[in-house]
């Protein structure tokens, strides 16, 4: 959107020049997103006669009909008053579009909604996603039938209220997570009994999803990462975790010792109906955000 104003400022002029007859001003009426602009060209050009003939006209009807020589020196005064309101109009003019742009952009922050998410695995956010804090993952023991079944992101800076140093018992238990990652998983041997490394990140969106069986998200959806489908190993002699998405690409802090754990997922087929999905196929997964 452009806005023209052609303003005639000088009787000696006839054409405009950027050195002495014309003002040229942009400002931004909105922010870069709405690209819309307000230009000001004050030119010197063809208004002059209308200008000329204007003010004839004004001093004919002064004088009760009888025309008087307009002089020269008497319309450079009357542009000279005209170029001052001008520079004021346009002083006023810019300053009440800058007020206008922060109120704007005022008003777009405080509606921003976003969301945060767990990158399992990794220790930096993907793409334009911030870093809240990264740390280690963290849950209970293999063996523990209590505590929580959730994993945490623990920070790697923790900081303490009132406690009593020692396992007192009757407590709940934490442990950090390692990789269990053997053979026939869709990650390296490498990665066997490896601390588990985590990222809390803030997403440019408000709403956040994690599709199990999926690397890719659905239309209009803006994908953060993809990887496998992750827990407890299922067996009688575990207890139950959630399922929580793990990076297809790892990262480790050293050796664990095995106490919390993470195993990849597999299908089984019978309820589960195959096809589509196959015996003993890992799950992949995809954290997405809108």
């Not at 956010?125 to 804090?133: K, L, R, S, T």
């Not at 303490?160 to 390692?178: C, I, Q, R, S």
Request: neutral net charge; aromatic residues 6%.
């Amino acid at each position: 959107m452009i806005v023209a104003l052609s303003i005639v400022c000088h009787l000696v002029q006839s054409k405009c020049n950027t050195e002495s007859g014309c003002r040229n001003v942009a400002l931004p009426l909105m922010d870069s997103n709405l690209e819309a602009t307000l230009t000001a060209n004050i030119n010197t050009d063809k208004l002059n006669e209308q200008l000329k003939s204007y003010i004839s006209q004004e001093i004919e009807q002064g004088n009760h009909g009888f025309v008087t020589n307009v002089t020269t020196e008497t319309l450079k005064g009357a542009f000279e008053n005209l170029d001052k309101k001008i520079d004021t109009q346009m002083k006023s003019l810019e300053s009440k579009i800058l007020e206008q742009n922060t109120e704007i952009n005022h008003l777009k922050a405080k509606g921003i909604t976003r969301s945060t998410y767990i990158r399992w695995g990794r220790t930096v956010c993907p793409g334009e996603a911030n870093i809240v804090y990264d740390g280690t993952a963290a849950g209970k023991h293999y063996g523990d039938k209590g505590s929580g079944a959730n994993y945490l992101c623990l920070p790697k800076n923790p900081e303490w209220n009132a406690y009593v140093d020692g396992t007192n018992g009757e407590k709940g238990l934490l442990y950090g997570v390692e990789y269990e990652i053997s053979g026939n998983t869709p990650y390296p041997r490498s990665l066997h009994s490896k601390i588990t490394p985590c990222v809390v990140c803030l997403a440019m969106r408000s709403t956040v999803l994690m599709v199990p069986a999926k690397r890719t998200c659905s239309h209009g959806w803006h994908k953060e990462f993809s990887g496998y489908l992750m827990s407890y190993m299922s067996t009688s002699g575990r207890t139950a975790t959630e399922y929580i998405c793990v990076d297809e690409t790892l990262e480790s802090r050293g050796p664990g010792s095995s106490q919390a754990e993470l195993y990849p997922v597999e299908a089984i087929c019978g309820s589960l109906k195959c096809p589509p999905y196959v015996q003993g196929r890992e799950i992949t997964c995809v954290v997405c955000s809108k």
